[in-house]
T-cell receptor
Framework: DVKVTQSSRYLVKRTGEKVFLECVQD?????MFWYRQDPGLGLRLIYF???????EKGDIPEGYSVSREKKERFSLILESASTNQTSMYLC????????????FGPGTRLLVL | QKEVEQDPGPLSVPEGAIVSLNCTYS??????FMWYRQYSRKGPELLMY????GNKEDGRFTAQVDKSSKYISLFIRDSQPSDSATYLC??????????????FGKGTLLTVNP
């Protein structure tokens, strides 16, 4: 079974803090993704990576950056957290360049005060 | 027009009912179609996967794709309280820069009452 794990289930941070969200997958997947999920807005893609050290912006990259130094690990960084970044953050991975099926982690609920 | 439209519900049915969940889409390049189930406060999990048009059955679940109408459906037979969740449709095109990306519907919240 594919396993995608996220470093925290719940996180509370203050405005202006730098926040790191970590994601690890154990199936040697090429592609990794970061989404946020908000009521009424659905899943929105923040960034994705199709290889180590490669990244591409998704639909809402502003205020976020990412890092992929190893194939199995994809980090999302909030450089200076703001209250409008309070959300559920979901990491996903998929197999290869033509793979469509994404496998999700359990999510991190981030509250920015 | 949004690329993928999904009625958010909520949908409430009695146990044992047949449930029909639907999505419409506008991008004729979509070839891969998925349904994800998401329990409250959890990540989405893949439920069904279909390539191109046709039907696929897995136990109590049937996924249908009608590309001519740009319409996909998920049917749940003999629904159970454990089916209560949000159901997300997702789809993907092939070619160009969209190989890696899925386009999601916003999800339909389903409650199955005992």
């Amino acid at each position: 079974d594919v396993k995608v794990t996220q470093s925290s289930r719940y996180l509370v941070k203050r405005t202006g803090e730098k926040v790191f969200l970590e994601c690890v997958q154990d199936m040697d997947h090429e592609n990794m993704f970061w989404y946020r999920q908000d009521p009424g807005l659905g899943l929105r893609l923040i960034y994705f990576s199709y290889d180590v050290k490669m990244k591409e912006k998704g639909d809402i990259p502003e205020g976020y950056s990412v890092s992929r130094e190893k194939k199995e690990r994809f980090s999302l960084i909030l450089e200076s957290a703001s209250t409008n970044q309070t959300s559920m953050y979901l990491c996903a991975s998929s197999m290869g360049s033509m793979s469509e099926t994404q496998y999700f982690g359990p999510g991190t609920r981030l509250l920015v005060l | 027009q949004k690329e993928v439209e999904q009625d958010p519900g909520p949908l409430s049915v009695p146990e044992g009912a047949i449930v029909s969940l639907n999505c419409t889409y506008s991008n004729s390049a979509f070839q891969y179609f998925m349904w994800y189930r998401q329990y409250s406060r959890k990540g989405p999990e893949l439920l069904m996967y279909t390539y191109s048009s046709g039907n696929k059955e897995d136990g109590r679940f049937t996924a249908q794709v009608d590309k001519s109408s740009k319409y996909i459906s998920l049917f749940i037979r003999d629904s159970q309280p454990s089916d209560s969740a949000t159901y997300l449709c997702a789809m993907s095109a092939i070619g160009g820069g969209s190989n890696y990306k899925l386009t999601f519907g916003k999800g339909t919240l389903l409650t199955v009452n005992p």
